[in-house]
């Protein structure tokens, strides 16, 4: 499931940098996250970097795009084919094994 920014965003931009796939651009009225670049931070983190980081909880899950780990560790490999992830990659979907 990719994330996607609410209404509660006022457009601070903390969560920018924390991406790394480079999927949040400023909108307007709110942030917005590109669903085709968003991979939940499957590959690099355990956790949604940027919904860590807003103050407002305005990153969330988006039901509108509800994908597997499978499809979201695979977009991570061709966005960054640089990167040997390897089968031990950090996953929310693994959090807590
Ligand atoms: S961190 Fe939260 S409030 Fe700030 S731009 Fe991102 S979504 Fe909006
Ligand atoms: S969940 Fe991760 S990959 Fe998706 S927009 Fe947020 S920081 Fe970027």
Redesign the pocket.
């Known amino acids: 499931m990719a994330t996607k920014?609410?209404e509660?965003?006022?457009?601070?931009?903390?969560?920018?940098a924390p991406c790394p796939n480079e999927a949040?651009s400023?909108g307007d009225p709110?942030?917005v996250i590109d669903p085709l670049l968003c991979t939940e931070c499957v590959g690099f983190d355990d956790k949604q970097a940027?919904a860590e980081?807003?103050?407002?909880?305005?990153?969330v899950a988006d039901p509108e795009h509800v994908e597997t780990e499978e499809v979201l560790i695979e977009r991570a490999r061709a966005l960054h084919p640089d990167i040997d992830f390897g089968e031990n990659y950090k996953s929310r979907f693994r959090k807590g094994e």
């Open positions: 920014i609410n509660d965003c006022f457009r601070c931009g903390a969560c920018r949040i400023r709110i942030f940027c980081v807003c103050p407002v909880d305005g990153c």
